[in-house]
């Protein structure tokens, strides 16, 4: 997608060799206009395959999420973090690790929300080893749903996520893909 690559160029900062900063219109600051042509595109990618919701983790997945939903005209539900994990009836929930942050985390969504008839979209802003789209597809399983492909604003398509999600058989489907931050620069694929 031309429009967010452009973006990522004029406003990305490349903090290392592994992390892309997008504070400037996603992950702080959010371009409205930029996210509704994102939310576009996730749909033309993804019309026609009978998606009934959208599963996304938050903070920074939402917006994308809420875009995208509104042009399939799906509800959007996003999975929240806990620190720890207190149980409650009707939550489904799965365990995730950031490499990011190296710490590990609860993520649960109501199971009120998912029902097995229900083919989901995972969407999220950034796929890195895939370990959030892994547990988002854990708890979209656990509902007894089928998940129909995974949407991703900015792969970095040098980490594995891709490779493990697409051994598993989905389709992903990522609006940027970036090869390399190496020297400071941001390189795309193709
Ligand atoms: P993974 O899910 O693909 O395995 O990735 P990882 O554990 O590395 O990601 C942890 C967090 O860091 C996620 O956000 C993810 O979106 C974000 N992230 C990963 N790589 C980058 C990057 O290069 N740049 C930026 N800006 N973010 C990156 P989160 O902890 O869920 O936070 P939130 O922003 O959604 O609240
Ligand atoms: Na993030
Ligand atoms: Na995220």
């Given at each position: 997608m031309e429009a967010l690559k452009q973006k990522i160029r004029e406003e990305g900062i490349v903090l290392s060799d592994q992390v892309l900063k997008v504070d400037a219109f996603l992950n702080h600051q959010i371009d409205p206009r930029l996210m509704q042509q994102v939310g576009h595109e996730f749909a033309q990618r993804f019309q026609g395959q009978g998606i009934t919701k959208?599963?996304?983790?938050?903070?920074?997945?939402?917006?994308?999420?809420?875009?995208?939903?509104?042009?399939?005209?799906?509800?959007?539900?996003?999975?929240?973090?806990?620190?720890?994990?207190?149980?409650?009836?009707?939550?489904?929930?799965?365990?995730?690790?950031?490499?990011?942050?190296?710490?590990?985390?609860?993520?649960?969504?109501?199971?009120?929300?998912?029902?097995?008839?229900?083919?989901?979209?995972?969407?999220?802003?950034?796929?890195?080893?895939?370990?959030?789209?892994?547990?988002?597809?854990?708890?979209?399983?656990?509902?007894?749903?089928?998940?129909?492909?995974?949407?991703?604003?900015?792969?970095?398509?040098?980490?594995?996520?891709?490779?493990?999600?697409?051994?598993?058989?989905?389709?992903?489907?990522?609006?940027?893909?970036?090869?390399?931050?190496?020297?400071?620069?941001?390189?795309?694929?193709?």
């Amino acid at each position: 997608m031309e429009a967010l690559k452009q973006k990522i160029r004029e406003e990305g900062i490349v903090l290392s060799d592994q992390v892309l900063k997008v504070d400037a219109f996603l992950n702080h600051q959010i371009d409205p206009r930029l996210m509704q042509q994102v939310g576009h595109e996730f749909a033309q990618r993804f019309q026609g395959q009978g998606i009934t919701k959208i599963v996304t983790i938050e903070a920074s997945g939402i917006a994308p999420a809420v875009m995208a939903g509104l042009e399939l005209g799906v509800p959007v539900i996003f999975a929240r973090k806990f620190q720890s994990l207190t149980l409650k009836n009707d939550l489904l929930i799965s365990k995730v690790f950031s490499f990011t942050k190296q710490t590990e985390s609860t993520i649960a969504i109501s199971a009120k929300h998912l029902s097995a008839a229900d083919k989901v979209l995972v969407i999220d802003d950034f796929l890195a080893n895939g370990h959030a789209a892994k547990a988002l597809i854990d708890l979209i399983q656990q509902a007894g749903a089928s998940v129909a492909g995974i949407g991703i604003v900015i792969e970095k398509s040098f980490q594995d996520g891709r490779a493990l999600l697409e051994r598993e058989g989905y389709r992903i489907e990522s609006l940027a893909r970036v090869a390399s931050l190496a020297d400071g620069q941001v390189t795309f694929l193709e």
